[in-house]
């Protein structure tokens, strides 16, 4: 079991950071969350906008061939999306391409889960799967998006103990049941005003990832939960089964995740509802309405209404074009 791999490297080598339990716990070649089952829908632990309605794929791909468009409707490019779940997402995206004629791209896939993969394989036509971005030839110009993508990469938790940083670590208690510690940070701290005991996230890894995608994208999209200014508190959470559960359990059986910090992240934010109607949902909810009003209307709103998802995930748009951006 996990859990129990988990305990004896602790036993062995010390407590280890969150960073480290949670690329454990989702990304264990074996047991890891994402290594051996599909977590998506109504049978699963959460449903994602894509899972939702098409609706979302195709605003999607209106912004992305906004982009396509600005920068000169290369005849070669490429799109990669980052962490693509079922396909669903990539699939929607391409199916519009070919309906408003859009030369179709490469795409390139990101993906740790065998499971997804294979699932994704069946929904997408001549996807290139990829482990790092260096492997899109550099010469292909190349448009990097991701739903939900960020908040699944590893994060730190510090903690301000009698005025100091430490960072919060995952260790065994006397009964050997795993807990959380703290050890000595040694890193930069954090330019925030907390109070005693207040814990600070920091996601190194991710914003690595964002930037190298930057430095090569002459666009990326991201979107996920999170917040747009600096802020403290303790967001690591894990799902089972649609229900909140303590993240030291069900390991390898619920979804971890971080909120996304995006004040420390380089481009135009906005909430998704404001996104998803600046780029015309409502009109094409209308269209859609004909067949299926009840299953639109549903959708819209949980896609765009405040108390729904429409405050709590964030859009992010850069490009190192002289372009806009639409939908900021
Ligand atoms: N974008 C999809 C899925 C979101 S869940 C949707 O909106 O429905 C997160 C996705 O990222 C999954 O496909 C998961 O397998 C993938 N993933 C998580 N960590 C990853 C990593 N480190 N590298 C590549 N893919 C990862």
Same mark, same amino acid.
Request: hydrophobic content about 45%; glycine content about 8%.
């Given at each position: 079991m996990l859990e129990d791999i988990i305990k004896a490297q602790i036993k062995a080598q010390g407590p280890i950071d969150i960073g480290a339990?949670?690329?454990?716990?989702?990304? *264990?070649?074996? *047991? /890891?969350y994402y290594m051996k089952k599909d977590p998506f829908g109504a049978q699963g %632990?959460?449903?994602? +906008?894509?899972?939702?309605?098409?609706?979302?794929?195709?605003?999607?791909?209106? @912004?992305? +061939? %906004?982009? @396509?468009?600005?920068? /000169?409707q290369p005849e070669k490019w490429a799109l990669l999306e980052c962490g693509p779940g079922r396909g669903t997402l990539m699939a929607d995206i391409l199916r519009t391409f070919k309906a408003i004629g859009v030369v179709l791209p490469t795409p390139y896939l990101l993906e740790i889960s065998p499971v997804l993969k294979a699932m994704q394989q069946e929904r997408i036509a001549g996807g290139v799967w990829i482990d790092q971005l260096d492997k899109i030839p550099a010469d292909l110009p190349l448009i990097v998006i991701g739903n939900e993508f960020l908040d699944a990469l590893p994060f730190?938790?510090?903690?301000?103990? %009698?005025d100091i940083w430490m960072e919060r670590v995952v260790a065994l208690d006397q009964g050997d049941a795993l807990c959380f510690g703290l050890r000595p940070?040694? /890193?930069?701290?954090?330019?925030? *005003?907390? +109070?005693?005991?207040?814990?600070?996230?920091?996601?190194?890894a991710r914003e690595s990832f964002v930037r190298e995608v930057n430095a090569r994208a002459a666009a990326s999209l991201f979107i996920d939960y999170g917040h747009?200014?600096?802020?403290?508190?303790?967001?690591?959470? +894990?799902?089972?089964? *649609?229900?909140?559960?303590d993240v030291l359990t069900h390991i390898g059986d619920a979804d971890l995740t971080s909120h996304v910090d995006f004040s420390v992240l380089e481009g135009r934010k906005t909430e998704q509802g404001a996104f998803l109607k600046a780029l015309g949902i409502e009109a094409r909810a209308e269209v859609l309405r004909a067949k299926?009003?009840?299953?639109?209307?549903?959708?819209?709103h949980r896609l765009t209404a405040d108390d729904q998802m429409g405050k709590l995930f964030k859009v992010i748009g850069y490009t190192n074009e002289d372009i806009q951006l639409a939908g900021f």
């Open positions: 339990y949670m690329m454990l716990a989702l990304g *264990h070649p074996q *047991h /890891g %632990d959460f449903t994602t +906008a894509p899972e939702i309605s098409q609706m979302f794929g195709e605003v999607l791909a209106a @912004w992305i +061939a %906004d982009v @396509w468009f600005k920068v /000169g730190k938790q510090l903690q301000k103990v %009698d940070y040694h /890193g930069k701290a954090p330019n925030v *005003h907390a +109070a005693d005991g207040m814990i600070f996230e920091t996601a190194p747009l200014e600096a802020g403290t508190g303790d967001t690591f959470q +894990a799902l089972y089964k *649609h229900e909140y559960v299926a009003p009840v299953e639109i209307d549903a959708a819209l």
